[in-house]
C-alpha cells in the first residue's frame, strides 16, 4: 500500500534533523542540550505510534506505508521503505528503548554535545533499518548505525573502552562485508538489475547461489545476533559501553540480527531455509547452553549479562527454524521481550555502577539493605528474564518449544533433543540469575566501602517503564502478538511453500538430513503443505 504523505521518512528523518541543531543549541552546562534531546525522543516516539495507530492496518500482513523514490539512479540505490508485521513492533520497540537511554543519560558530563547527538543518529539508523526495503540501502544503514555506538564505547566507555570499541567495529563491520557480496550476487542474477527485496524474494536462483547467500547473511546477521562462535565481541562491548550504549546494544542492536535473519534469510531465500534450518536449531540449543554456562563463569556483572544475552538470543533462532507461525510468532515475541529485558538490567547495572564504582560482584555484596528499590526491580527484572510465569519471558520461550514440537517437519528424535538441551539451559539460567542477586545484593559490605543511596525517582521512572510492558505482555501475549500475528502466518506460509519442492529433489539425502526432514512422499503428500512449488534446481 503506496502513502501519500512519507510517514515512514518523517520517522527517519526527524531525529537526524533534531541532530543537526545541537550544535548551535546555547548551553553552557549540557543541561539544555540534553532536555532538548530527551524531548525529541519523546515526541519521535509519539510520532511512531500516532503513525501506527492510524496510518498502520495489523490485519494486512503485506507491507504498508510503501515509499519509493530514486535515490542514486547511477548504482540503481532506491529510498525504498515499507512496513509490516516483523519491523512495526521492532520500530515501537526501538523507540521506546532508545529513549529511555535518553533519559538514562542525564548525567553525561563528558562532549554531552556530542554524546546526545550520536543518540539521535543512531535512533534514526536504527528506525531506517528496520523500514528498509531495498538491500543496497539495507546494507548502508546496516554499516551506518555502528559508526555511533563505536564512538559511544570509545569515548564514553570503560578502562578497556578502545579495545572493546575497535573490536566490536571490526566483528560486526567485517561481516557486514557479506551482506554487500550477497545482495550484489542476487540483484545481478537473471535478466533484470535490481536490489528491491520484494523483487529479490520472487526471482528464482540456482540452489547453489540460494545456499551461498544464505549462508553469507547468516555469517552477517550471526554476529550481531550474536551466534555462537562469533559472540565474542558482545561481553567486550557490554562490560566496558556506559550503560545507555548497553541498553541499546541489548535492546536494539541485537534484533538487528534476528529481524534479518527472518526478512532476508528465510523470507527471500526459502529453499536455502529448508537446509539450513537444522542447522539453525542446532545453534540456538548451542547459544543457550554455551551462553548460560558462560554467564555463571562471570564475575563482571555487565558480562555476566551479555552472556545471558546470548543465551535467551538463542531461542530466536529456534523459532526461525521451526517452520512453523507458532515458532516465528515466538521469535519476535523473544525479540520483544528480551529488548525490554535486557534494556531494564544493564540500566539496574548501571545504576549499581554509580553507587559502588565496581562491576565485579564480589566488591558488592550487601547493597541490598541501602538500596532496596533498587535491589527490589533488580530482583524483578532478573525473575523476568529467567522466565517466571507471568512475564512476558516465559510467554515467548513457551511459544518457541510449542512452535518447534508442533512442526511436522522434523523427526520426533530431533524435536526431543532440541527441547530437552534447550532445558537443560533453562535449569542453568536461574542458578546464574540467583547467584548474581546473592553476590550482588547479600553478605557483608566491606567497612571502608562508600554508603550507596538508593534509586533516585528519575531512575524508578525508567525501571517502572520497562517493567509494566513486561509484566502487560507476560499477563497478556496479545498486546504484542495481534500486531505481527498476519505477517508470521503468511511467512510461515512462504516456507513451507518451498518444502515439498526441496525435498522432493534431494533423493541423495544423508543419513543426517534425513534424520530432520521428512519422507519426501509423505511430505507431497502431506495436505498441510500447499500452494506453489517452485523449483530450485534451476
Known amino acids: 500500500m503506496m502513502s501519500e504523505f512519507p510517514w515512514l521518512t518523517a520517522i527517519i528523518a526527524f531525529p537526524l534533523i533534531a541532530a543537526l541543531a545541537i550544535p548551535v543549541l546555547p548551553?553552557?552546562?549540557?543541561k539544555t542540550v540534553r532536555l532538548y534531546t530527551l524531548g525529541a525522543g519523546i515526541l519521535e516516539l509519539c510520532l511512531i505510534i500516532y503513525t501506527f495507530t492510524t496510518q498502520y492496518d495489523i490485519n494486512n500482513p503485506s507491507l504498508q506505508l510503501v515509499e519509493r523514490y530514486s535515490w542514486i539512479p547511477q548504482l540503481g540505490l532506491n529510498w525504498s521503505l515499507g512496513v509490516d508485521g516483523l519491523s512495526m513492533p521492532l520500530v515501537v520497540l526501538t523507540g521506546f528503548v532508545t529513549t529511555l537511554a535518553t533519559f538514562a543519560a542525564w548525567n553525561i558530563s563528558i562532549k554531552p554535545r556530542l554524546f546526545y547527538s550520536l543518540m539521535l543518529v543512531m535512533y534514526s539508523a536504527q528506525i531506517a533499518v528496520f523500514l528498509a526495503q531495498d538491500l543496497l540501502m539495507f546494507f548502508m544503514l546496516w554499516e551506518l548505525e555502528l559508526v555511533p555506538v563505536y564512538l559511544i564505547i570509545?569515548?564514553?566507555?570503560?578502562?578497556?573502552?578502545?579495545?572493546?570499541a575497535t573490536k566490536f567495529i571490526l566483528y560486526t563491520a567485517l561481516a557486514s562485508i557479506f551482506i554487500l557480496i550477497a545482495a550484489l550476487a542476487l540483484a545481478f542474477y537473471g535478466d533484470t538489475v535490481t536490489f528491491d527485496m520484494t523483487a529479490l524474494g520472487i526471482k528464482e536462483y540456482p540452489i547453489g547461489l540460494e545456499l551461498l547467500a544464505y549462508a553469507g547473511l547468516l555469517i552477517a546477521f550471526g554476529v550481531k545476533l550474536p551466534i555462537f562462535p562469533f559472540h565474542t565481541w558482545l561481553p567486550d562491548a557490554h562490560g566496558e559501553a556506559p550503560a545507555p550504549g548497553s541498553m541499546i546494544l541489548a535492546g536494539v542492536l541485537l534484533k538487528m540480527g534476528g529481524y534479518a535473519l527472518i526478512r532476508l534469510n528465510a523470507e527471500m531465500l526459502p529453499h536455502a531455509h529448508v537446509y539450513f534450518a537444522p542447522v539453525l536449531a542446532?545453534?540456538?540449543?548451542?547459544?543457550?547452553?554455551?551462553?548460560?554456562?558462560?554467564?555463571?563463569?562471570q564475575d563482571n556483572l555487565k558480562r555476566r549479562l551479555a552472556y545471558s544475552s546470548i543465551s535467551h538470543m538463542g531461542f530466536v533462532l529456534i523459532g526461525i527454524s521451526s517452520f512453523t507461525s507458532l515458532g516465528i510468532n515466538g521469535a519476535m515475541l523473544q525479540m520483544i521481550s528480551h529488548g525490554g529485558i535486557a534494556a531494564v538490567l544493564f540500566f539496574l547495572a548501571g545504576v549499581i555502577y554509580d553507587r559502588t564504582h565496581t562491576l565485579s560482584m564480589d566488591k558488592m555484596g550487601g547493597i541490598a539493605k541501602s538500596m532496596p528499590s533498587t535491589f527490589a526491580l533488580f530482583t524483578f527484572a532478573s525473575m523476568a528474564s529467567l522466565a517466571l510465569p507471568g512475564m512476558s519471558g516465559f510467554a515467548s520461550e513457551l511459544t518457541i518449544f510449542l512452535g518447534l514440537t508442533t512442526s511436522d517437519v522434523y523427526s520426533n528424535g530431533f524435536k526431543t533433543l532440541v527441547v530437552f538441551l534447550s532445558a537443560v539451559g533453562l535449569l542453568i539460567t536461574p542458578i546464574y540469575l540467583l547467584s548474581m542477586l546473592r553476590r550482588v545484593f547479600f553478605g557483608k559490605r566491606e567497612a571502608d566501602s562508600e554508603v550507596c543511596w538508593d534509586a533516585k525517582p528519575r531512575e524508578l521512572a525508567i525501571a517502572f517503564s520497562f517493567l509494566i510492558p513486561i509484566i502487560g505482555i507476560g499477563l497478556y501475549p496479545k498486546l504484542a502478538t495481534?500486531?505481527?500475528?498476519?505477517?508470521?502466518?503468511?511467512v510461515a506460509a512462504h516456507l513451507r511453500e518451498a518444502l515439498p519442492a526441496a525435498i522432493a529433489e534431494r533423493q541423495d539425502l544423508s543419513l543426517y538430513a534425513r534424520s530432520f526432514l521428512p519422507n519426501p512422499q509423505d511430505a507431497i503428500a502431506s495436505p498441510t503443505i500447499g500452494g506453489k512449488v517452485a523449483s530450485i534446481a534451476r
Open 482 to 490: 495481534q500486531t505481527y500475528d498476519r505477517t508470521t502466518v503468511a
Open 282 to 297: 542446532i545453534l540456538g540449543v548451542v547459544n543457550i547452553i554455551y551462553g548460560a554456562l558462560a554467564a555463571f563463569s
Open 154 to 164: 570509545s569515548i564514553w566507555g570503560g578502562a578497556q573502552r578502545f579495545y572493546a
Open 27 to 30: 548551553d553552557a552546562n549540557g
